[in-house]
């Protein structure tokens, strides 16, 4: 049966622009409360005016998913609020462009922190917390690079495949618990966050720069996906687009054919 989300209430990380913004957005006006949790304090706050504006409720949690103390926070604050922790997406994380031979050790713990142990900090506590009530959906978005490892964005891939595989057990052994588990797989998305890679990588994202405007979705897009997700009440894979999940899963079993494909992608995308 279809889940009503209406006075449900949801604890959203990196709230402050992109998919976690407009998530926020769709989820308030599929009748949802919202917490916004991100470190930009005015971003969140334009986001709260925009939910509060259309009639929704929402508070702005201020922090960084690399403390444990905020992350805390986030769902005691949530809880004190709307009395509830229905549902918490873990969407907070960045990307950098560097060989994975040559980058530097500190800036790929550093990614770990954010976009795989940031999660976690926020993700294990709710889902103990929703163990306790018998109910509730915990959502870590991931991305379609989950399923397998491009050239210059090793580190990045390998932090969205442990979100993927962390969701996936968690989605098991939480079943019989009434928690749902879900993780959310983008393909390219216009946000922030391809401005956020370059400005990490030396020289650029020349990469991504090199890339093509039609693998790239509007966050609005990812955030439908995520609402349709939470209505279902069950846990799963959220995609944004069918062909590259089609073409990543031949990717898998094929791997010799898309090492070959890798190859010539990366060299003409970086000219020879």
């Known amino acids: 049966m279809a889940v009503d989300l209406r006075g449900k209430s949801v604890a959203i990380t990196g709230a402050s622009s992109g998919i976690g913004a407009a998530t926020a957005i769709a989820c308030a006006q599929a009748g949802m409360k919202v917490a916004l949790f991100a470190r930009r304090a005015e971003k969140l706050d334009e986001v709260k005016a925009r939910i509060e504006g259309a009639g929704g409720t929402a508070i702005v949690v201020v922090g960084s998913v690399d ?19 229905d549902a918490v997406i873990a969407n907070a994380g960045y990307g950098a462009e560097a060989p994975a031979w040559s980058m530097d050790e500190g800036d790929i713990r550093a990614m770990f922190e954010t976009n795989f142990y940031g999660s976690l900090r926020v993700v294990r506590p709710a889902a103990e917390m929703m163990r306790t009530g018998g109910d509730g959906h915990v959502m870590l978005v991931s991305s379609c690079l989950s399923k397998i ?53 030396d020289g650029g994202a020349s990469l991504l720069e090199r890339g093509t405007e039609r693998f790239m979705q509007p966050p609005e897009r990812v ?22 999940r089609l073409a990543l899963g031949l990717a898998t079993a094929m791997p010799g054919t898309t090492d070959a494909i890798l190859g010539r992608m990366y060299r003409g995308r970086m000219g020879g």
């Open 223 to 244: 955030a439908r996906a995520i609402v349709k997700r939470l209505r279902k009440g069950r846990g799963g894979e959220v995609w944004t687009s069918l062909p590259t």
């Open 67 to 85: 403390s444990d103390a905020d992350c805390r926070r986030l769902l005691d604050e949530t809880l004190s609020s709307f009395g509830t922790l």
């Open 149 to 201: 490892g491009i050239p210059r964005y090793a580190a990045y891939c390998a932090t969205k495949a442990a979100q993927d595989h962390f969701a996936r057990a968690m989605r098991h052994e939480l079943a019989g618990d009434g928690v749902a588990v879900s993780s959310v797989h983008p393909i390219g998305t216009r946000t922030e966050f391809f401005d956020e890679a370059a400005k990490r990588s």
